[in-house]
């Protein structure tokens, strides 16, 4: 385990060292103050997103702040007003006077450097997994309990060790969190955040994607989103793209477009699989993955969790798995193929047989035995939840 006394002076500047320093041991905790982060800065989305939002429509004067990594902006990051932002180091500065810590991953790029919990503060962890489909933390296959930790798993434990409470939308979510965190925190079932948007609709945020990418109102939106494989081979995605849009312009009798969103681990691999065309557009750069949800007419994915959020919209999902039985064996699954509402498809060929016998009714019929099955809770009011959830706990713990 990492030494939690081990002072920071070395990995930064001493004048930044010394306001860390001030802020961690002599300012004290500011009671109103919540710090945010997600995909360790990488801009503004995911159940924080959804929190803070609710925080900014009450307006009860919280010191709201997102840490951002170097490489964004409030502009790029789609950052509102009425939320501050600190990147880099001053991040350690923030959390130091912060009464709670909402994250959806972890702290760890900002733990190396000697960040440390303050006994007065919450810290809320948001997993991002969601209704997760592939097997996560220790139920992976590569976990060796025995084995000498590298730095990276000390910093993992590390975070896990800080956390306070895990919100959960489901039952079936308790396991993998236990596992996830290393039976620490407090899992309180509040629901997703993230899915308020897919729930209750946003018609805005349709409007802001569209305007972003110049789609016109009379073209419907498919969005492909896979996770990565741990050979991060791209052979896993290639679709006769052409195809299955001009499948579904034959079966609606309407153009359409098609939104590539590769795992952030495949960032800019998107051009060496897609056709270099209008309709296909690479949306890996966009701030957040709910909007493109909210905004897509149908979704392909795979084992991502993304298909999960996406199924509380109601509209057509599909699961590509051209490496079903490999992933199986190498990784796993928490549920069956037969388990999940979704058609899946090995090949184009089985995908496209999919798309043109889509029974919408039955599908439809298939997603609510599926999320009564497990348990769900997702509604569309889960950020209220959480919201109050921290208020009454920010109020007890002094």
Not at 93 to 115: C, P, Q
Not at 141 to 164: F, G, I
Not at 250 to 267: C, D, G, N, Y
Not at 367 to 377: A, H, R, S
């Amino acid at each position: 385990m990492a030494k939690q006394n081990e002072e920071p002076k070395a990995k930064m500047g001493k004048k930044m060292w010394i306001r860390w320093f001030i802020s961690q041991y002599i300012l004290p905790v500011k009671k109103n103050k919540i710090v945010f982060s997600q995909f360790g800065g990488k801009g503004y989305g995911c159940n924080p997103r959804a929190i803070c939002d609710e925080f900014l429509r009450r307006d009860e004067g919280y010191d709201l702040v997102w840490i951002l990594g170097k490489s964004q902006t409030r502009e790029k990051a789609g950052i509102p007003d009425g939320v501050r932002t600190v990147t880099g180091d001053l991040s350690m500065s923030e959390l130091a006077t912060a009464k709670v810590w909402i994250n959806n991953i972890h702290f760890n790029f900002l733990l190396e450097k000697g960040l440390k919990k303050r006994p007065q503060t919450i810290y809320l962890n948001t997993f991002h997994g969601g209704i997760t489909i592939k097997n996560e933390g220790t139920d992976k296959h590569t976990y060796k309990p025995n084995k000498k930790l590298s730095k990276k798993e000390q910093m993992y434990r590390l975070d896990a060790s800080y956390v306070d409470y895990i919100t959960s939308g489901c039952d079936m979510e308790n396991h993998v969190l236990e596992e996830f965190f290393f039976g620490n925190g407090e899992i309180v079932k509040l629901g997703d955040a993230r899915t308020d948007m897919l729930i209750n609709g946003a018609p805005e945020i349709e409007k802001k994607v569209r305007e972003f990418y110049q789609i016109s109102a009379d073209t419907k939106i498919a969005i492909y989103a896979p996770t990565f494989r741990s050979d991060m081979k791209l052979n896993w995605y290639q679709l006769n793209y052409e195809e299955i849009l001009d499948t579904l312009e034959k079966e609606t009798k309407s153009p359409w477009v098609m939104l590539i969103r590769l795992h952030p681990r495949l960032a800019g691999q998107t051009k060496k699989i897609v056709p270099d065309s209008p309709h296909f557009i690479d949306a890996g750069n966009y701030p957040d993955m709910q909007e493109l949800s909210a905004a897509s007419d149908l979704m392909i994915s795979d084992y991502s969790s993304v298909i999960t959020d996406f199924m509380f919209t109601r509209r057509p999902a599909y699961m590509y798995v051209p490496d079903l039985d490999q992933y199986l064996k190498s990784r796993g699954l928490y549920f069956t193929m037969e388990e999940l509402p979704f058609p899946y498809a090995r090949t184009t060929e089985e995908l496209i047989t999919c798309m043109k016998e889509f029974d919408q009714r039955a599908y439809e019929g298939k997603v609510d035995q599926f999320i009564e099955k497990i348990g769900c809770i997702n509604d569309g009011k889960s950020a209220k939840r959480i919201v109050d959830f921290l208020i009454e706990k920010m109020n007890q713990k002094k």
